[in-house]
């Protein structure tokens, strides 16, 4: 066998490891540094903070997450008797999340996912009548709300 063939094979080969090169960063292109503080976000635009301030409107918001996941529960246990009705309290459940989303958006916007994935759990169920998945939504919420920082 020939070398030829065999070079032209491990020259392309390592073509593309070849053309890597090293990375250069112009950061006189970076506006600010982030700041420890603020984790990067940029604080200079003035926006309402929709998140409670004091410890009682935590509170109060702990209070509605609980309620917010009472409400899951209920939808659970009528969704294979009465479907309309669950539609009705999904509706219900739909406005609660729209303010309660927002807040933990701007509190632990970390958690907002699983929030969302057990309200598309609860939504999902009633819509094509699985109440194995309202159940599952339910008590995700339930979870995600007991373990909220208050």
Known sequence: MSRSPLLLVFALALGPVAACGETYIDTSLIDSVPDENTGGV???AETPDPAPTDESGSRDFVATLELFALHAREISEVVADDRERAASMLDDLEADWSLIEDIIRAEQPDRL??????????????????????????????????????
Do not use: C, H, I, M
């Open 42 to 44: 940029d604080t200079s």
């Open 113 to 150: 996912f699983g929030f969302s994935q057990a309200v598309d759990l609860v939504r999902s169920g009633v819509e094509r009548n699985r109440p194995a998945d309202v159940s599952k939504g339910w008590k995700l919420l339930d979870d995600l709300s007991a373990d909220y920082p208050a």
